[in-house]
Nanobody
Framework: QVQLVESGGGLVQPGGSLRLSCAAS????????MGWFRQGPGKEREFVAT????????YYAGSVKGRITISRDNAKNTVYLQMDNLKPEDTAVYYCASSSSSHITTSDRRYNYWGQGTQVTVSS
């Protein structure tokens, strides 16, 4: 059984930073691309970032590019999302997801396992 467990969310002031983690278990982590998505209040879920199986390729949503970095540690079965210069519009529940492919993808239909989400609130 595949499990994804996010952590690291919380309340942060505008301009602040947070690092989200997602620990995976239940299948060979290093075979699959990983992604982060988010759902803000009253909004649909949206793509944030994706990373391929070995970390050699990444892709970001335009709204977060330059402020957010996705990375992975295959030895620890963990994917990270480093978020800097956070803005109130980054407030959302953040979900990590494991893809059915080893290659990066922005489509949520290509992700077959999801975590429970972690709340990020950016407010002064």
């Amino acid at each position: 059984q595949v499990q994804l467990v996010e952590s690291g969310g919380g309340l942060v002031q505008p301009g602040g930073s947070l690092r989200l983690s997602c620990a995976a278990s239940g299948r060979t982590f290093s075979n699959y691309a990983m992604g982060w998505f988010r759902q803000g209040p009253g909004k649909e879920r949206e793509f944030v970032a994706t990373i391929n199986w070995n970390g050699g390729s990444t892709y970001y949503a335009g709204s977060v590019k330059g402020r957010i970095t996705i990375s992975r540690d295959n030895a620890k079965n963990t994917v990270y999302l480093q978020m800097d210069n956070l803005k109130p519009e980054d407030t959302a529940v953040y979900y990590c997801a494991s893809s059915s492919s080893s290659h990066i993808t922005t489509s949520d239909r290509r992700y077959n396992y999801w975590g429970q989400g972690t709340q990020v609130t950016v407010s002064s």
